[in-house]
């Protein structure tokens, strides 16, 4: 049976069925096709339920520190059994939600995998989507004016660490563990495997992190990438940079062991299992790229910057796009390719806005220029930094480490970039991305009276530090 669309999404996760969204509040008769659950990776192998489980892990190791609060907790216990269903009882909840805004927009979902077809007796172009069912029923044909593919990413391995679910993991597979180990090898020290880092550490995990670049986070600003290195250090997570992995030197075998070539010297390091944490890959394959002339450049389908393919009915957002691999990035990409060939002219997404987090213990969070790149840019840097340990509220928490930084330009006062680590930096850092979006200044930002107690403040004490006016610096 053929059935009519305006719009078919492939791919159900943030990207995708934002998007459908948006394509419903338009008016466009809107169809997702989705192999696995509505949410896709964030929802179900990503975001949430590594987020559910780096709180558990936070909960874990406050209550181990109750006497500093003066609340004495004789026998603390981890249940991993407990966490992982309260994680996925919020997956859960969130499913529901996403499900019921799909009943709400008259959102059609087809269970299955959708691959695109070309030039036939259904259409002159190719775009028509033929659907392979899950459930084992004869194929869907659909007929869009519009496609947009959002088929999202998948954990990358390296060769020679094939992923066995037990010796060696990815994420993947991680966030289904059952029983935590004593110890683990994570290779890769960026965003994810800090995140696992931190999370296993505070649940009592012992942790070597294997990174080949000289520094962890090695994308963030380097006086943050050095904080996060002497506080994992302070955790008794082991950091070690500037280390090749070795994946023919890996033996499995009542745990794993592998050697790292460093400085010129072989190391080995063991544990009782590994965690490979080295990036994602797009999903391109077995979605009929071929039957297009749609681009694939490293890896990744390429768009304009209103995320149309070769194809010009044919658009592409999210992980299956490379750049930022975020799911808000993914979320509003859909809502400016909808908008797009809808007719509606939105404004091109300028990534230099979109802010970064990472949800480690202490966080980070990040808008705009480093400030070596901005220096690379040519711009006269000024600096303006300002320590959580001087803030009343950081020091209520009983998480003080960390620090505020602003990048602005020295001729012209704008502010260039905004980076933090410390307690609850991923929810400070929406008003330093609502400053770049406004072009303000630091004093500005200096000049927005920040209330007290709060950790908000330090952003204020920070924009005051860029010309050596901090209060309580």
Known sequence: MATEYDLVILGGGTGGYVAAIRAAQLGLKTAIVEKGKLGGTCLHQG????????RSAEVYATAKRGEEFGVILSDVKLDFLKVQER????IDQLVRGIEHLMKKGKIDIYEGIGRILGPSIFSPTPGTISVEMNNGAENEMLIPKNVIIATGSRPRSLPGLEIDGKYVMTSDEALAMENLPSSIIIVGGGV???EWASMLSDFGVDVTVIEYADRIIPTEDHEISKEMQRIMKKKKIKIVTGAKVLPETLVK????????????EQKTFSADTMLVSVGRQANIEDIGLQNTSIEVEKGAIRTNQFYQ????????IGDVIGGLQL???????GIVAVEHLTGEKPSPIDYLLISKCIYSNPEVASVGYTEDEAKAKGYNVKIGKFMFKAIGKALVFGESDGFVKLVADRDTDDLLGVHMIGP???DMISEAGLARVL???PWEIAHTIHPHPTLSEAIGEAALAVDGKAIHG
Request: aromatic letters at 2%.
């Open 424 to 426: 609850h930096v991923t």
């Open 439 to 441: 072009d303000a200044t």
């Open 327 to 333: 799911a808000h990035v993914a979320s509003h990409e």
């Open 47 to 54: 975001c949430i339920p590594s987020k559910a489980l780096l």
């Open 192 to 194: 994810i495997g800090i």
């Open 253 to 264: 075998e009542n745990g794993v062991t592998i050697a790292a070539e460093i400085k010129g």
């Open 309 to 316: 393919t070769k194809e010009s009915h044919i658009y592409a």
């Open 87 to 90: 994680k996925q009882k919020i």
